[in-house]
């Protein structure tokens, strides 16, 4: 997550111009990574509830048992 | 379609007392379930995932966002998204690093955790400054931005405004504690919602539904250069600086992390954050659309006439769109959010004084329930006359920046002590108490001498620090300090106590 987002904030800080480009009308490059990085939240964090709710909580139910 | 503002507007007032009523309705059920320090501030523990979620975004969609950031994109473009998307990027840091075990570890505030394996009373004055310090800049934040609502939609006097703003939300937090104000921000959060969503849905009805169509107009309209970066962050170290602090204060903010004590066991903690990152990250998309709409739809200059900061740009584009009767819903929308979001940031001041200073500083840890009560009681009296004061002081300040201020230190004072206090087993109480009070001044410090004060508020003409945001200083500089002051006075019993945390890290206190 802090990969993408400060991928981000350096394009911002130091490739103004690239971020500026337009992939099609209305809409530049910067907004597009921009609603990216929001969507790439999203996406890690599911991927983290559904590892933590089927493995991690099983595991700890276990180590639970055996204590 | 300014003319509507500055004058009283009937379905403002009426919206704003509707909402008052139901909140301390609310105020008047959690009140007669208050009856201990544990209520007072973890609602019993008893909020669902799904609640917490609700409370846990209404906590951090504040006046700031909703109408800071409108404001920023509607008079720079892009550079505003620089601020929707650094709020959201601090959530998944939450998630992954602090949200369960600062669940499994703690009581009542965040000090808790990293006072754990410590010693206490150090720690604890530490912490308590830090979160004092995070909780004055928030406040102030979220006081001016109601002060300038209410003079500009009823046409009160601003001081009059910030002292009936802080009179009603003493009495959310005096009398409801902590389940009156979840449930205030639980109404606010969908209540906000509905709002930015009905506002996009209509702006989008100009477009034929398609933003790009909107963005385009934008482009057309003042050029390319509102959908790349601009001005706002013109020095890149300053770009990165708020980045940093943007994406780290959110872990070390008190208000937002005293709300995972309110959940009964880390999964529902884990739940809560899934569902805060789901309903925030579509809240801050939509701040897009608004921020562009009215960019087309009311123009710069209209904005800029009625307030330089941008901050009423939102409610210009409702009234542009709806007229009087939907400004005023968007506006008794905003005012539930000011007034929710100083709830809570009352709340987390008065546990930082009374738990962590009062009760176990002073009182080392032993105090009656009736005696923590009263304590908290008066701390958060006391905090909510400070916040009038702050507000009226600070009049003109711009709020999405003083929040952005707020995170810095929240990232620079608490952020630090608390992940080494979870991950690193030679963390030491001197290093902690070194770090937390190194970010607190630190940051201050270099707020003092930023641009923002020594050129804005002194007049001087060239500030003594150069950059707006302390975050890319302040932090590291916590870090290590953290780090140099633990390895050279170590302390055995700290370490020794690792074990002990890393198993209620997993297992939870109820083993």
Redesign the interface.
């Known amino acids: 997550m802090m990969v993408f987002y400060f991928g981000f904030i350096l394009l911002v800080a130091f490739r103004k111009s690239l971020l500026t480009m337009l992939v099609s009308p209305g809409l530049s490059l910067g907004m597009l990574l921009g609603a990216l990085v929001i969507v790439a939240a999203w996406v890690l964090v599911w991927i983290y509830v559904r590892w933590a709710n089927r493995h991690y909580d099983q595991s700890i139910a276990d180590l639970r048992e055996q204590l | 379609m300014t003319s509507s503002l500055g004058e009283p507007n009937l379905i403002a007032i009426t919206g704003f007392f509707l909402f008052i009523a139901l909140s301390l309705g609310i105020t008047y059920v959690a009140a007669r379930r208050t009856r201990d320090a544990e209520h007072f501030y973890t609602a019993g523990r008893s909020v669902t995932g799904l609640q917490n979620g609700f409370a846990l975004a209404g906590d951090y969609m504040s006046a700031a966002s909703f109408l800071g950031i409108a404001g920023l994109v509607a008079l720079s473009g892009?550079d505003g998204?620089?601020y929707?998307?650094?709020f959201?990027?601090g959530?998944?840091?939450v998630?992954?690093l602090i949200a369960e075990p600062l669940r499994n570890l703690g009581r009542f505030t965040f000090s808790d955790v990293v006072a754990f394996r410590l010693r206490q009373a150090p720690v604890r004055v530490a912490a308590a400054v830090g979160s004092l310090a995070v909780v004055a800049f928030y406040l102030i934040a979220q006081m001016v931005g109601a002060g300038n609502l209410i003079r500009l939609l009823f046409g009160l006097p601003y001081e009059l405004a910030v002292i009936i703003v802080g009179a009603v939300m003493l009495a959310y937090v005096l009398f409801g504690g902590m389940l009156a104000t979840t449930w205030v921000q639980i109404v606010k959060a969908v209540l906000l919602l509905l709002g930015a969503f009905l506002l996009a849905a209509l702006t989008l009805a100009r477009f034929d539904f398609n933003?790009?169509?909107?963005?385009?107009?934008?482009?057309d309209h003042y050029g390319?250069?509102v959908?790349?970066?601009?001005g706002l962050?013109s020095d890149?170290?300053d770009?990165?600086s708020l980045?940093l602090a943007l994406?780290l204060g959110t872990a070390g903010l008190p208000h937002i992390l005293m709300r995972f004590y309110t959940v009964p066991d880390a999964?529902t903690a884990?739940?809560s954050?899934?569902y805060a990152?789901?309903i925030i990250?579509v809240f801050?998309?939509l701040t897009?659309i608004l921020g562009f709409g009215a960019m087309v739809i009311v123009g710069q200059d209209t904005i800029r006439g009625v307030d330089s900061g941008g901050n009423m740009a939102a409610l210009l584009l409702a009234a542009a769109l709806g007229g009087p009767g939907f400004l005023g819903f968007i506006s008794a929308v905003a005012f539930a959010t000011i007034l929710a979001v100083v709830a809570g940031l009352t709340l987390a001041g008065a546990a930082a004084l009374s738990h962590d200073l009062w009760v176990n500083v002073v009182r080392n840890g032993v105090a009656s329930e009736q005696e923590q009560l009263r304590v908290a009681r008066v701390s958060s009296a006391l905090l909510g006359v400070l916040a009038i004061v702050l507000g009226i002081v600070f009049e003109g300040q711009n709020v999405a920046y003083m929040v952005g201020l707020a995170f810095a230190i929240a990232a620079s004072a608490n952020f630090p002590a608390l992940l080494l206090s979870i991950f690193w087993r030679r963390f030491t109480t001197r290093g902690a108490q070194v770090s937390m009070f190194t970010g607190t001044a630190v940051s201050l410090l270099l707020i003092y001498l930023s641009p923002a004060i020594q050129v804005d508020v002194l007049g001087n003409a060239s500030p003594i620090f150069p950059l707006r945001n302390p975050g890319i200083i302040s932090i590291p500089l916590a870090f290590l300090v953290a780090v140099v002051v633990s390895l050279v006075w170590p302390e055995p019993a700290a370490a020794s106590g690792f074990s002990k945390l890393e198993r209620r890290v997993?297992?939870g206190a109820d083993?």
């Open positions: 892009f998204l620089i929707s998307i650094g959201l990027v959530w998944p840091i998630m992954f933003p790009l169509t909107l963005f385009e107009a934008a482009g390319l250069r959908l790349g970066p601009g962050v890149p170290i770009a990165v980045g994406m999964r884990r739940t954050v899934s990152i789901a990250g801050y998309l897009f997993h297992l083993e």
